[in-house]
């Protein structure tokens, strides 16, 4: 099993960025966090890196069920997102598969269908962002 969904999408960086976040609202998910590694590399380590954008998104309703259901799953969330630029006007997004991820957790059995249902949602989104 892998632990992402991968897809190419063709585009400026900035503007896959903002794809995947208004594919992310259309299933649900807000952006509740947002790390810009090519930054925080430079500015902490002096070091140049490819545009590299880490986005924590969250379905609220989804995530509080698998709270519900397993009060120590918030180690595993929010679902992190991926985009980075592979040059030559291809940008790579990957999700985490929430499948995987969950697969660890003692009540598997409790939620999995919670982590069917959104890695279902972020393979949806990063789908439409390669179309």
């Not at 609220?60 to 397993?70: D, G």
Request: charged share 25%.
């Amino acid at each position: 099993m892998t632990y992402h969904i991968t897809a190419m999408a063709k585009g400026g960086f900035d503007e896959v960025c903002d794809r995947v976040v208004a594919e992310l609202k259309k299933e649900g998910f807000g952006v509740l966090t947002e790390i810009d590694v090519k930054s925080t590399l430079k500015a902490k380590l002096g070091v140049d890196f490819r545009p590299y954008r880490i986005l924590g998104a969250c379905n609220p309703p989804l995530a509080h069920q698998v709270l519900e259901a397993e009060d120590k799953v918030g180690v595993l969330l929010p679902c992190n997102v991926v985009v980075q630029d592979r040059g030559d006007g291809n940008v790579e997004v990957s999700a985490m598969d929430p499948a995987a991820a969950m697969s660890v957790v003692e009540n598997v059995d409790k939620i999995a269908a919670i982590a069917g249902a959104v890695r279902d949602k972020l393979q949806r989104v990063v789908d439409a962002v390669a179309a």
